[in-house]
């Protein structure tokens, strides 16, 4: 485990495309060289989890002080996703150890449960707990799966399109929804079973890359090839469709923040949007730097963590006064 | 591109990558499996989120007709046209290192005998 120094930088950055004039506070953390930030998570002490996906390791970042410190996950390691467990650890989805890694912030414990030997490489994306405190995941190989933290058991099912499992969201209600990348489709897991119910976005080909649900358990569905950002309602089996302004969008992360705002970000405009679904209207905050990258979002109420993959960092944007 | 060849394929018998005669290489296709969720081999099928990887080595980078690379892999493109077996063996191993800005979502591969099988695969599927 080793301590680093960072750079912080605390800027005002300004909005463009058909945004409200808004200068959000936001604070830039650079990680360590090499690092290559992918997925972030509230830890419960206030620090930032984060995935050092090139350097096979769980960072932590206290925003207070500006400390940084890494946690070695295992050989071959590289971890791609994390999220904070009900038990309060992180749990993270390994696509270098093909493994669902867990690790206690109390003990400092590290417990790896790798898939079952048959189902091959899985290209492990992303986690989510049911209500059932079940972890969920996604391997964009074409699988999904579940762990039983209390057992250890691990079951893995094949997507009914094959490739392309990436997002996946539990809902307030703690059912849990998953996206197909190279399949543009959203799946509903029924639980019991673990048999996935397939649901047609609207758009073809649309290439639905994350999913997030908002407080009343809507599914919030970034499209990478379509550029929109769409919004299926379980309750009537409607969905809605919002083009992300700009030209080319390239929609790749979503987020539903504690006051329902959307955070979507977009590759072409190397920016993240947030949507007001009340008002229809989008601000825009600008990436730190020209190819920013940012893969996936996630906050706690009053935070929202942005984790630039190109220029590895982390932003933090503060959505309320403390 | 065919003096490179020799040597890639006795680096592979050597690794013991390959199957056998007139079959894929069975470490380069194990290899192939970090690329597969996005690319296809498969001639012309370019609708997953990369470009098929049929006939890649020699290929023009970000060159493939309709298919929407990022910006980063077109100014890359400008300085290094073609993928060259020595190309492809640096962007596997550190994708956004060699590309700061590509869109593609790989970690890279660090191990060079991997690397060496995936491009000799690739290679053996003719395009």
């Keep these: 485990m080793r301590f680093f120094s960072i750079l912080l930088a605390s800027v005002a950055l300004g909005c463009a495309s058909a945004a409200s004039a808004q200068s959000p506070d936001t604070q830039i953390f650079q990680l360590p060289e090499g690092a290559r930030v992918h997925d972030v998570a509230p830890a419960p002490d206030g620090t930032i989890w984060y995935t050092a996906q090139r350097q096979g390791a769980l960072g932590i970042l206290d925003p207070k002080s500006g400390k940084i410190r890494q946690i070695p996950l295992g050989p071959n390691s590289a971890p791609h996703g994390v999220i904070q467990g009900p038990d309060g650890a992180a749990w993270i989805t390994d696509g270098g150890q093909n493994a669902i890694v867990r690790f206690d912030p109390k003990t400092e414990k590290i417990d790896v449960w790798k898939l079952p030997e048959e189902v091959g490489y899985a290209n492990l994306n992303t986690g989510a707990f049911d209500g059932d405190g079940i972890h969920w995941f996604t391997g964009q190989n074409g699988i999904y799966g579940r762990i039983d933290p209390k057992t250890g058991k691990i079951d893995v099912f094949k997507d009914p399109d094959g490739r392309g499992p990436y997002g996946i969201a539990a809902t307030p209600n703690g059912d849990i929804y998953y996206v197909s990348l190279a399949g543009s489709h959203l799946a509903k897991i029924d639980r019991v079973s673990g048999a996935a119910t397939i649901i047609e976005p609207p758009t073809p080909a649309q290439g639905a890359r994350r999913v997030w649900s908002d407080s009343k358990g809507n599914l919030w569905v970034s499209e990478w090839n379509s550029g929109n950002l769409s919004r299926y309602t379980p309750a009537t089996g409607e969905w809605k469709v919002w083009r992300l302004p700009g030209e080319k969008p390239k929609a790749y992360a979503v987020y539903v923040d504690e006051r329902d705002i959307v955070w979507v970000t977009d590759f072409a405009a190397n920016a993240t949007l947030t949507f007001d679904p009340a008002t229809g209207q989008w601000t825009t905050i600008k990436g730190s730097e020209e190819g920013a990258n940012v893969r996936q979002i996630l906050g706690r109420p009053g935070e929202v963590y942005l984790p630039e993959s190109g220029t590895n960092r982390i932003m933090v944007v503060r959505t309320s006064k403390k | ?127």
């Design chain 2, 1 to 127: 591109m065919k003096l490179l060849l020799a040597p890639l394929a006795a680096g592979a018998v050597a690794a013991g990558a390959w199957a056998g005669p007139g079959q894929k290489p069975i470490a380069g296709e194990q290899a192939f499996q970090k690329c597969y969720a996005c690319h296809a081999t498969e001639a012309g099928k370019n609708d997953l989120t990369g470009p098929s990887l049929h006939g890649i080595v020699g290929r023009r980078v970000a060159a493939v007709p309709g298919f929407d690379y990022s910006p980063a892999l077109k100014r890359f493109a400008a300085e290094n046209p073609h993928w060259t077996h020595a190309l492809i063996d640096r962007y596997a191993a550190d994708p956004e290192g060699l590309v700061p800005g590509t869109s593609m979502t790989f970690h890279g591969m660090p191990d060079p005998r991997e690397r060496q099988a995936l491009i000799a695969y690739l290679e053996s599927l003719g395009g």
